[in-house]
């Protein structure tokens, strides 16, 4: 059974940072692509930060220079470093595992950015 469990959200203020986990179970995590998403109240999921299994990286505009993606496959594990919070980055943050007629998803962690 594959799993996706995401760890590390929670409220802080604007400027601050926080560093989402994801653990993968039940896949060869090594093979598979990792990204992660997000959904605001109200709007459609969209894309944050993605990491190919030979570690290229990719970003969205409005997080380019803040967000950081890596993963370390020893441990299963893709991570999100997020710095300079702006509360426009308040939203559910899903982990995505991906591969040719495969695609995984995680329950998501809440992000709260606010004073």
């Known amino acids: 059974q594959v799993q996706l469990v995401e760890s590390g959200g929670g409220l802080v203020q604007p400027g601050g940072s926080l560093r989402l986990s994801c653990a993968a179970s039940g896949i060869i995590f090594s093979i598979y692509n990792m990204g992660w998403y997000r959904q605001a109240p109200g709007k459609q999921r969209a894309l944050v930060a993605t990491?190919?299994?030979?570690?290229?990286?990719n970003y969205a505009d409005s997080v380019k220079g803040r967000f950081t993606i890596s993963r370390d496959n020893a441990k299963n594990t893709v991570y999100l470093q997020m710095n300079m919070l702006k509360p426009e980055d308040t939203a559910v943050y899903s982990c995505?595992?991906?591969?040719?007629?495969?695609?995984?998803w995680g329950q998501g962690t809440q992000v709260t950015v606010s004073s």
């Open positions: 995505n595992a991906y591969r040719p007629l495969r695609r995984y």
């Open positions: 990491i190919t299994s030979g570690n290229i990286t």
